[in-house]
């Protein structure tokens, strides 16, 4: 089984400062972890994704995430976050193993808060 | 538009009535997935096609959940017997052949059972 936990219903940041938004993952195998965002009333958009390779993945939109193996932890970063960043963010995991099926599993999501 | 869209946006419908949403993937993308979120709670799957064929199927989806892609482009995700607890937002995402590939959503369709 995979799952994935954000343990942050919110986060707030001033803007111009660093964020972090968590996530932990489980899986039987070795994952494939993705961050896509949603704003209200629009569908969840594709931010970045790791497979393989460098821990550290950019994205779009300047953000980034750490893939972390032992710590089975995937983190979003921004090193200098903007007010239009605000809105929720979601971790999903797929198995790479044949059990994992094709879907994605998210968490349940953190509502990121950028104030000036 | 070349992105993922969905059809209705919005559906209001009695408990009991039978309703039935529309997708319409990414045109070069073969596989197509259904999920549902709730409110506070991220996406959960449901479904998934490749080309037409109904690959894999959640435990989330009843008896009375049906989805078809019946020519391998659009899919259709029909609810029978329509219950409260099945007032949710259905979305819908495509990708392309490989498991690497991320998954494009569209807006989804919000339905109110009453």
């Known amino acids: 089984a995979q799952s994935v936990a954000q343990p942050e219903d919110q986060v707030n940041v001033a803007e111009g400062n660093p964020l972090t938004v968590k996530c932990t993952y489980s899986v039987s195998g070795n994952p494939y972890l993705f961050w896509y965002v949603q704003y209200p009333n629009r569908g969840l958009q594709f931010l970045l994704k790791?497979?393989?390779?460098?821990?550290l993945v950019k994205g779009s939109y300047g953000f980034e995430a750490e893939f972390n193996k032992s710590q089975t932890s995937f983190h979003l970063k921004k090193p200098s976050a903007l007010v239009s960043d605000s809105a929720l963010y979601f971790c999903?995991?797929?198995?790479?193993?044949?059990?994992?099926?094709?879907?994605?599993?998210f968490g349940t999501g953190t509502q990121l808060k950028v104030e000036l | 538009d070349t992105g993922v869209s969905q059809d209705p946006r919005h559906k209001i419908t009695k408990r009991g009535q039978n309703v039935t949403f529309r997708c319409d993937p990414i045109s070069e993308h073969n596989r197509l997935y259904w999920y549902r979120q709730t409110l506070g709670q991220g996406p959960e799957f449901l479904t998934y096609?490749?080309?037409?064929?109904?690959?894999?199927k959640s435990r989330l989806l009843s008896d009375r959940f049906s989805a078809e892609r019946p020519k391998g482009s659009f899919s259709t995700l029909e609810i029978q017997r329509t219950e409260q607890g099945d007032s949710a937002m259905y979305l819908c995402?495509?990708?392309?052949?490989?498991?690497?590939?991320?998954?494009?959503f569209g807006p989804g369709t919000r339905l109110t059972v009453t």
């Open positions: 999903a995991v797929r198995d790479r193993l044949t059990g994992g099926g094709n879907k994605l599993t």
């Open positions: 096609f490749q080309n037409e064929a109904q690959l894999e």
């Open positions: 995402a495509s990708s392309l052949l490989g498991r690497r590939d991320e998954q494009y």
């Open positions: 790791y497979i393989t390779g460098d821990n």
